[in-house]
T-cell receptor, first 111, second 114 residues
């Protein structure tokens, strides 16, 4: 099974509030994990990737951070949300050499 | 600078006809290309891929063509069906880039008309 769980499915948060989005994956151990964001009118932008517990690489400077406390858990966080953080957040795991399998996503609206 | 470009935000095709979605890239280090299909409020699902050592890959109604010299690829869907209506993302991968993620285009919204 390559199931990916993302929680919550939708979230509405005020500007300046903290954020924690959780992603848990099933299947083979030690997967490469990724966080993407799809903002309105834009494609999917890679935010972070992780090759193992405690290992995080950031692709773009931003108001967000990521952590991988367990092998199959990937968390996206922010201390203070901005309006521009609104979007559809997708967690993905690597499959094989190139392909990535995506979770159902979390719709975040910052007001 | 966008390294993967899908210049058509939307495309409308009649059911039964061929749908052709285009994608251009600028990074010559990309050596693997993928197409994903996405419905609203869902994660993208993998459709088809092609390695840079090939110029064509076919899977049922879906065929991807790669023109390396032009840095261009296209996805052909024939015949188009109503269930094909979705946003299609072109993505590229640099195998020499470690565990880096995919680089995506902005997507093309395909609308299949009955």
């Amino acid at each position: 099974s390559q199931t990916i769980h993302q929680w919550p499915a939708t979230l509405v948060q005020p500007v300046g509030s903290p954020l924690s989005l959780e992603c848990t994956v099933e299947g083979t151990s030690n997967p490469n994990l990724y966080w993407y964001r799809q903002a309105a009118g834009r494609g999917l932008q890679l935010l972070f990737y992780s090759v193992g517990i405690g290992q995080i690489s950031s692709e773009v400077p931003q108001n967000l951070s990521a952590s991988r406390p367990q092998d199959r858990q990937f968390i996206l966080s922010s201390k203070k949300l901005l309006l521009s953080d609104s979007g559809f957040y997708l967690c993905a795991r690597g499959i094989g050499t190139h392909e990535q399998f995506f979770g159902p996503g979390t719709r975040l609206t910052v007001l | 600078d966008q390294q993967v470009k899908q210049n058509s935000p939307s495309l409308s095709v009649q059911e039964g006809r061929i749908s052709i979605l285009n994608c251009d890239y600028t990074n010559s280090m990309f050596d693997y290309f993928l197409w994903y299909k996405k419905y609203p409020a869902e994660g993208p699902t993998f459709l088809i891929s092609i390695s840079s050592i090939k110029d064509k890959n076919e899977d049922g109604r879906f065929t991807v063509f790669l023109n390396k010299s032009a840095k261009h690829l296209s996805l052909h869907i024939v015949p188009s069906q109503p269930g094909d209506s979705a946003v299609y993302f072109c993505a590229a991968f640099d195998s020499g880039g470690g565990a880096d993620g995919l680089t995506f285009g902005k997507g093309t919204h395909l609308i299949i008309q009955p």
